[in-house]
């Protein structure tokens, strides 16, 4: 019945979006894979209590009930679930694990997000080593690479910097969360009245320059090394420089960035965070970080742990509007001819199968679908 209800250009467009996103999450979960993560699934429907210590406030949950009175959402989130499930099943550590799966969020209205999100992600459990950031990287690095075809920036950040920062100024918890708040909310001129009270104190210069620093690695690092920064942030900074001459080295065409004043991803993550973006779209198209003492709320002994969040749909759209990059090619052949059909179809990933009655509705169909025909019954076509 819908499809009577949408214009003919609409039915193409979610028909070509949906081609889209089903083959981006083919390539995702190849490419997983390939790497050696093993695919894992968490239940839609998740304990309440699950997600409370972490909840960021900027969503809402779907919540229902069970028949015994216990509140139940549906997953706002990946890691959290993965993390619960890593705890009940006792599996054997260290563990990569990989997952394609849908995460509900009751957006803002007239914000422009979605409440339903598909989203791919990477778990890497029980690794201290920074090689399991770096493993994320690269997969982040591959991905967006081969899903889309804009350059994507990957920013980078560190969980526990600016609370490091703050709490030398004063122990007043209070105090902490309203810098922090304005800080990470770009309230400038709050900000400013917040901080005048530590005019006298060594690291005020740095204060003032705090809301701007993001940007080249180069000048970041070459601010932070004039400032008089207290010694609990120096093995955040001095890993920040490790990753970034990894990535240099490793990846050297891929553009990097670092902020240091904005909030983490999560309320979970203890360490290196990243993102990325790009110019194109609106939004980040994957997050994650290290977050070691996640499991800590399912069990009495921490983790460690490094994950990664892809968003499918937001890729999807990005890849969805490139597609005029190449030209699809729609195959038009007689019921006999589906093996031949199939075989030229196995050979050309742009190729789809015509369903048409005849070439002359498969005329028309290549003509909306903006494809080449490629007619088995009598060869090549390009009207």
């Known amino acids: 019945m819908l499809k009577h209800l949408l214009p003919l250009g609409t039915r193409d467009e979610f028909g070509r979006r949906a081609r889209t996103k089903q083959h981006l999450i083919a390539v995702i979960q190849a490419h997983f894979k390939q790497r050696g993560l093993a695919p894992i699934a968490t239940p839609l429907l998740e304990n309440e209590a699950v997600f409370d210590p972490y909840q960021m406030g900027n969503y809402q949950l779907y919540r229902l009930f069970s028949n015994d009175g216990r509140t139940l959402v549906l997953r706002p989130d990946m890691t959290l679930p993965v993390a619960r499930f890593i705890s009940a099943t006792n599996v054997p550590l260290p ?6 799966g849908d995460i509900f969020r009751v957006s803002r209205q007239l914000s422009g997000s979605y409440n339903q999100i598909t989203q791919a992600g990477v778990e890497l459990v029980g690794y ?17 690479s081969e899903l889309i075809a804009d350059a994507v920036e990957i920013e980078l950040g560190d969980a526990q910097f600016a609370q490091r920062v703050v709490a030398s100024l004063t122990s007043d918890d209070a105090a902490q969360q309203a810098i922090l708040t304005a800080l990470f909310d770009k309230q400038v001129p709050r900000y400013t009245n917040l901080i005048a009270k530590y005019r006298s104190q060594p690291l005020y210069d740095f204060l003032k320059a705090w809301p701007r620093l993001f940007g080249r690695p180069e000048r970041i690092f070459k601010e932070l090394a004039a400032a008089p920064l207290p010694a609990s942030v120096q093995p955040s900074l001095k890993r920040l420089q490790t990753v970034v001459a990894w990535m240099q080295k490793t990846m050297p065409a891929q553009a990097v960035s670092v902020d240091l004043s904005s909030q983490a991803p999560q309320k979970y993550y203890t360490g290196l965070t990243f993102r990325g973006y790009s110019q194109a779209g609106a939004g980040y198209l ?19 742990a490094v994950g990664m969040g892809l968003n499918v749909d937001l890729l999807t759209t990005l890849a969805t509007d490139q597609q005029t990059a190449y030209a699809e090619q729609l195959i038009y052949f007689e019921p006999e001819q589906w093996p031949q059909a199939e075989a030229y179809l196995a050979k050309q990933p742009h190729a789809i199968l015509s369903l048409a009655d005849d070439l002359a509705g498969a005329r028309i169909e290549a003509q909306r679908l903006n494809a080449q025909l490629i007619d088995l019954t009598g060869g090549v076509t390009n009207d």
């Open 128 to 144: 201290a080593s920074l090689k399991a950031e770096f493993e994320c990287l690269t997969i982040a690095n591959q991905l967006s």
């Open 95 to 100: 563990q990569k694990f990989g997952y394609v």
């Open 286 to 304: 994957f997050s994650g970080g290290r977050y070691d003492k996640l499991l800590t709320n399912f069990q009495a002994e921490a983790e460690l």
